[in-house]
């Protein structure tokens, strides 16, 4: 039996069947943007752990980040004052609109918090408004209130009944929302660009527009920039490309570059909500995660990997846009920096298209709506973007 073979067996026998048959790889080790299997086939990352891995694999000061924090103090809790923690606070603070930050280990939780927060924001006030608007193939998360918020309707019936108090309009339309805002909405809840949905731009007239709606309401505008944020679209965070300043924003996945963290970050009035006692989390913010989000966000902002991501990401979405005009069964291409889709035609599996390129040497991933999800490594090469493409044209050449 292959090894493979072997990993596959204790996984049939011992962990729960929530992912279906996997793709049929597992790798033991990475560097830079190649992974490698446990039968030492390479492969270069178009995937990234779905948006996470940002500085790619065995990236040497990320590493020695890690090594040094381990050697010292992995966890303490939150009872105790933690360096790493404020440390990590104040660079987002600081390079951001919002005032605030709660540390959290996942994006479900930090969208969690965004909603509690929300709905505390107006207990304060005296208000009696806990309903939020979110959109329609919007994902949020698996906890009981993100799925709730979560605008896709397959993820929902099997855990009903759901908290409620969440309305679902259609995306990248606004004025949906302002005829869904009534006297018990608190906020409006989207991502920026919709990651699992099939990559769906919202654009930045929508993004402006519910800027603009919230502030006539007196309602929040909570932006789930869990996929988005830290560096994807080009910005340390993609509001920033759309001139608009949100009130609460979540964040996730590259925060930690591999090791769980997400974090809420709100606006100081909004924030103030929270009192001693409203919220915690055993591991939030504990000094591994801060150390990995503190070693993320130093590359962020004294690099030039920003601007990378923005001339990678333009090149790798004319190149794949230009692969796409030779086959008819491409439908669209869009996304924004180094979050790109590509649209298929219905007669097409893109998991079918996933497992080729797998046999070939890319991981590429999917998402709703027929679409292949593209979110390599930030660090990602154009020399790399023309092996995929290269590799993509001989597959599609044969479908
Ligand atoms: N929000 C968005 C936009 C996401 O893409 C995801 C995960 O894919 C989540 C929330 C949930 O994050 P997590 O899986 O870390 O709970």
Redesign the pocket.
């Known amino acids: 039996m292959s090894k493979l073979e072997q990993i596959q067996n204790l996984d049939n026998s011992y962990f729960m069947n929530t992912f279906g048959p996997r793709f049929p790889v597992a790798f033991e080790s990475g560097e830079g943007c190649t992974l490698y299997d446990i039968d030492c086939k390479a492969y270069t990352d178009f995937f990234a752990g779905?948006?996470v891995n940002l500085l790619g694999y065995a990236h040497p000061r990320f590493t020695a980040a890690l090594h040094t924090q381990i050697d010292k103090l992995i966890h303490t809790s939150s009872l105790y004052y933690i360096e790493p923690q404020a440390k990590l606070a104040e660079a987002l603070v600081t390079n951001s609109c919002l005032d605030r930050v709660f540390f959290t280990?996942?994006?479900?939780?930090?969208?969690e918090g965004a909603i509690k927060m929300a709905r505390k924001y107006f207990f304060e006030k005296g208000e009696s408004r806990y309903e939020i608007i979110t959109a329609k193939q919007?994902?949020?998360?698996?906890?009981l209130a993100?799925l709730a918020a979560t605008g896709q309707s397959k993820y929902h019936v099997p855990f009903e009944p759901l908290p409620t108090g969440f309305v679902m309009v259609d995306y990248a339309d606004a004025s949906a929302v302002e005829n869904a805002i009534n006297e018990k909405t608190c906020a409006v809840m989207v991502?920026t660009i919709?990651?699992?949905g099939g990559v769906i731009l919202g654009g930045k007239e929508y993004l402006q527009e519910l800027e603009t709606i919230c502030k006539k309401h007196g309602i929040l505008l909570i932006l789930?920039?869990?996929?988005?944020g830290i560096g994807r679209t080009g910005h340390l965070f993609s509001y920033q490309n759309y001139g608009i300043e949100p009130d609460i924003i979540?964040l996730?996945?590259a925060l930690g570059n591999g090791v769980?963290i997400?974090a809420f970050l709100a606006k100081q009035h909004v924030a103030d909500c929270f009192k001693p006692g409203d919220h915690g989390s055993t591991y939030g913010g504990n000094y591994l995660a801060c150390a990995a989000g503190l070693a993320v966000m130093d590359e962020l902002l004294n690099t030039d990997l920003l601007e990378h991501v923005k001339q990678v990401g333009q090149y790798l979405l004319s190149e794949l846009s230009k692969l796409g005009e030779k086959y008819p069964f491409v439908l669209e291409v869009r996304g924004e920096g180094l979050m790109i889709g590509m649209q298929l035609s219905e007669e097409l599996l893109p998991k079918d298209i996933c497992n080729l390129a797998l046999e070939k040497g890319f991981v590429v991933g999917l998402s709703g709506g027929n679409t292949l999800r593209f979110l390599p490594p930030l660090i990602i090469q154009k020399e790399h973007i023309d092996a995929l493409v290269i590799c993509l044209d001989e597959m599609f050449k044969t479908l």
């Open positions: 779905i948006a280990n996942s994006g479900a939780e930090a969208n919007s994902f949020h998360g698996r906890t993100t991502e919709q990651g699992e789930d920039e869990v996929q988005t979540t996730a996945k769980p997400g």
